[in-house]
C-alpha cells in the first residue's frame, strides 16, 4: 500500500472523504457516503482512505469464493478462484489505493450471486435481493455495473420460465420497483449535500444539473478522438493484459477452464462467464474515446476489473479438470498449484507494490513548501488538484496558502462558476490578481506571468520583485531525483513515468528559456549539467524546441542546430509517448523547414505536416492549419482530409 498520496484520483478521493463532498461525475455516492465514515476512524488519514478499498475488496473476494461454490459445488474450484483474483494484477492494485473499483467489484459479485441463486432456485427473494444490489451497484459505478451485466443475460435467459410467470402479478412488479428505488437512493446524496466542500461544479440544484453529473456530461468536451488505429491498439493490449493477470504460467489453465466451463456449469452459465468478462473488456474497449497512449492507457487499466473475475474462475476449472485427469500422488499436485500461486505472487507483486511511491507526495510538498508566507496557488487538472490539495487541506501542510482552481472547479472557493466562458473566466481572475495584496503564483503559466520558478510561475512584483527567472534549490534537487529514476528505470507506474516526463519537459524548457534570453553561461557548473543530463531524454529535447518555438522567433536561431536537436528527438520517440508530444515533434520539424525556404524541403515539410496531423488527427493541433496553407486540395483529399476537417483554417 502506498504509504504516501498518489496520481490518479487519490487525492481527490481523500479529500471528499476527509472535508466532505462530492465525488466527480457520476458522483460514486454510495462509495463517498461509506468512505466519510470509515475516515472517521482512529487511523492515520491516509491509510484510513485506503482502507476503505481494502476493506471492500476482502469482502467481493468472499463474496466470489459463494459464487464458484455455487456454480461448481466445490470447494476446493471455489477457494482456488477467490485466490487467485486477490493476486491478480488489476484487483490487486486498486484494493490498496482509494478507489471505487473493488466496491464495484464487490457490488457487482452481490447482484450476480443472487441472480445465479435465483436461477437455481426461483425463489423470488434472490430475484428482488438481485435488483436491490444491481441498484447499488448503478448507485457506485453504473458504467462497469451496464457493461459487466451482459453476462446475467445468460442467467435470465437460463430461468426465463420462472421469472416470466412471476413478473406478470402487479405484486412482483411493485416489489421490484419499491427494491430499486431502495438501491439508486444513495444518489440523493447528490441533491442534499448543499455547499460542498469538495466537488467538480459546487451544488447540485436542479433536475437537469442532476443528470449532467450523473451521466457525465460535464466531460463531454474533453473527448480525445480516437482513431481506428487507437481501438485496434486497445483490442491489441487488452487481448495481451487480460491473460497478464495471471502471468503467462496462467494462460493454459484459463483457456482451458474456458473451454471445459460449457460441458462443467452449462450451456448458459459459461455464457455468463464470457458476458461479463467481454461486456466489461473488449465492448468497454470500443466505447470508449481514448488515445492509445501510456497516460490514457494508465487511466484505462482498472476498468475491466471485473471481466477479470472471469479469468480467474476460468483458471481454477481448467486446474480441477487438469487435475483429474492424471493419476499422480496429491502431494505434487499441490506442490505444483503452490509453485505456480507462489509465482503468480511473487511476479504481479513487484508490478503492483506502492509502498515507495513517493513522487506525487514529493511534488505537492516542494511547491507548497517553496510558497511565501500567505501565497495564493491556482491550479489545474487532477495532478496538481489531488496531490497539493489533499497536503494543503487534508494534511494541512502550509495552511497559510490559499488554492484555487483556475476554472472554477473542485474547491468550494470558487472565484467563477464552472459554467462562466473562458473570456470572462479570465477577466474576472485577471482583475483579482491585479487587486489582490498578496503573492499569486500557477502552475501553469497563463494570463501574463512575470516570474518563471520551473514548477509554477509568479505574476506580481509581491511574488519576486526582481528575477523574471527563479531557481528554487529544493526544486532543482527534486527534479535531480526525478531525472536519475527516469533514466535509471527505477519508476514502475505508468502515471508517475508519465508525470515525470512532464516535469523535466518543462523544467528544461525553463532552462533554455533563461539561455536564450541570457546566456546558457549564466547557468551555474550544476545547471549546466543538469540541463544537459535533460537533454538526453526524450522530453529534456523537446522542451527545449517549446522554448525555441514558443517563446522566441526562431529566425534567431541556428536553424542546422535545432534540425539536429529535432533529429535526436525523433530517434528517440517511443510509441508511449502521448500523441501530442509527437505531434509537436512533427510540426516543430516542419516549421524548421518551411523557416529555411528552401523549395527542396517541401514536399517533406508538407509530409511531417500530414504526420504530425494523422499522430493527433483533432482541429486544436497547430499541424491543421499549417498543412492546409501549404498543401494543395488533391494533396488534401489524397491524404484523406476533406475540405471539412479544415473549415477553420480558410
Known amino acids: 500500500m502506498p504509504l504516501s498520496i498518489t496520481l490518479e484520483d487519490a487525492g481527490l478521493f481523500q479529500m471528499v472523504c476527509h472535508l466532505g463532498g462530492l465525488s466527480h461525475p457520476p458522483g460514486y455516492p454510495l462509495f463517498t457516503t461509506f468512505c466519510q465514515s470509515f475516515v472517521l476512524l482512529p487511523l492515520q488519514k491516509l491509510i484510513a482512505g485506503n482502507l476503505v478499498s481494502v476493506l471492500f475488496a476482502l469482502c ?4 466470489l469464493y459463494q459464487v464458484v461454490l455455487s456454480l461448481t459445488q466445490d470447494t476446493s474450484a471455489a477457494l482456488l478462484a477467490m485466490i487467485l483474483y486477490g493476486l491478480s494484477v488489476t484487483f490487486w492494485s486498486q484494493a490498496i489505493i482509494i478507489e471505487v473499483y473493488s466496491l464495484a467489484v464487490l457490488l457487482f459479485l452481490v447482484s450476480f450471486l443472487c441472480l445465479v441463486s435465483y436461477t437455481k432456485t426461483h425463489r423470488l427473494r434472490y ?3 438481485w435488483i436491490f444490489f444491481s441498484g447499488l451497484s448503478l448507485s457506485n459505478h453504473w458504467p462497469l455495473f451496464i457493461l459487466s451485466s451482459i453476462g446475467c443475460l445468460f442467467l435470465l435467459y437460463e430461468s426465463r420460465r420462472a421469472w416470466i410467470a412471476q413478473i406478470r402479478r402487479p405484486l412482483t412488479w411493485a416489489i421490484s420497483l419499491a427494491m430499486l428505488t431502495a438501491g439508486l437512493s444513495p444518489y440523493a446524496v447528490l441533491i442534499l449535500t448543499k455547499q460542498p466542500e469538495i466537488s467538480l461544479v459546487g451544488s447540485i440544484d436542479s433536475g437537469e444539473a442532476f443528470l449532467d453529473y450523473v451521466f457525465r456530461r460535464y466531460y463531454s468536451d474533453t473527448q480525445l478522438g480516437s482513431t481506428a488505429s487507437d481501438k485496434l491498439g486497445f483490442l491489441g493490449w487488452m487481448s495481451s493484459y487480460s491473460f497478464q493477470q495471471l502471468t503467462w504460467v496462467g494462460l493454459p489453465f484459463v483457456l482451458w477452464g474456458l473451454l471445459r466451463s460449457f460441458s462443467t456449469l452449462g450451456r448458459n452459465y459459461a455464457l455468463s462467464l464470457v458476458g461479463v468478462f467481454v461486456g466489461s473488456s473488449f465492448l468497454l474497449v470500443l466505447l470508449i474515446d481514448f488515445k492509445f497512449e501510456s497516460r490514457l492507457l494508465a487511466s484505462f487499466k482498472p476498468y475491466p476489473i471485473i471481466a477479470y473475475m472471469a479469468i480467474a474462475i476460468w483458471f481454477a476449472l481448467g486446474w480441477r479438470d487438469f487435475v483429474s485427469r492424471f493419476d499422480i500422488a496429491k502431494i505434487y499436485k499441490v506442490l505444483l498449484l503452490l509453485a505456480i500461486i507462489l509465482m503468480i505472487s511473487v511476479t504481479n507483486f513487484q508490478k503492483v507494490d506502492r509502498s515507495t511511491m513517493n513522487i506525487a507526495d514529493q511534488y505537492g510538498r516542494v ?11 491556482f491550479l489545474h487538472g487532477d495532478v496538481q488538484v489531488g496531490p497539493i490539495g489533499y497536503l494543503n487541506r487534508v494534511e494541512q501542510l502550509r495552511p497559510d496558502v490559499t488554492l484555487y482552481n483556475w476554472n472554477g472547479l473542485v474547491f468550494s472557493n470558487r472565484l467563477v462558476s464552472a459554467q462562466t466562458p473562458m473570456k470572462s473566466r479570465d477577466e474576472i481572475i485577471t482583475e483579482f490578481l491585479l487587486t489582490t495584496d498578496r503573492p499569486v503564483f500557477s502552475i501553469d503559466g497563463r494570463l501574463n506571468v512575470t516570474t518563471n520558478y520551473g514548477l509554477y510561475y509568479g505574476y506580481s512584483s509581491l511574488s519576486n520583485p526582481q528575477a523574471r527567472y527563479v531557481f528554487i534549490p529544493e526544486v532543482e534537487l ?18 508517475e513515468i508519465v508525470f515525470t516526463q512532464q516535469l523535466i519537459r518543462i523544467y528544461a524548457q525553463l532552462y533554455a528559456d533563461f539561455s536564450i534570453n541570457y546566456g546558457s553561461g549564466r547557468l551555474s557548473q550544476s545547471q549546466q549539467a543538469r540541463f544537459a543530463a535533460m537533454q538526453e531524454t526524450f522530453q529534456g529535447k523537446l522542451g527545449t524546441l517549446d522554448a525555441v518555438f514558443l517563446r522566441e522567433p526562431i529566425e534567431r536561431f541556428d536553424t542546422v542546430a535545432i534540425l539536429s536537436l529535432i533529429h535526436a528527438a525523433v530517434a528517440q520517440i517511443e510509441p508511449q509517448f502521448s500523441k501530442r508530444s509527437i505531434a509537436s515533434l512533427y510540426q516543430y520539424h516542419a516549421d524548421t523547414l518551411k523557416l529555411m525556404s528552401n523549395p527542396t524541403n517541401r514536399e517533406e515539410m508538407t509530409a511531417l505536416y500530414l504526420n504530425s496531423i494523422e499522430v493527433m488527427p483533432t482541429r486544436t493541433n497547430p499541424s491543421t492549419c499549417k498543412y492546409f496553407a501549404v498543401s494543395s486540395e488533391s494533396e488534401r483529399l489524397a491524404a484523406g482530409y476533406p475540405s471539412s476537417f479544415f473549415r477553420e483554417c480558410h
Not at 467481493?60 to 463474496?63: D, E, F, G, T, Y
Open 127 to 129: 430475484f428482488y435481493l
Open 478 to 495: 527534486f527534479i535531480d531525483g526525478l531525472l536519475a529514476s527516469l533514466l535509471n528505470n527505477e519508476i514502475r507506474d505508468t502515471h
Open 367 to 377: 511547491v507548497l513548501n517553496s510558497m511565501p508566507k500567505d501565497a495564493i496557488l
Open 60 to 63: 467481493a473476494l468472499l463474496v
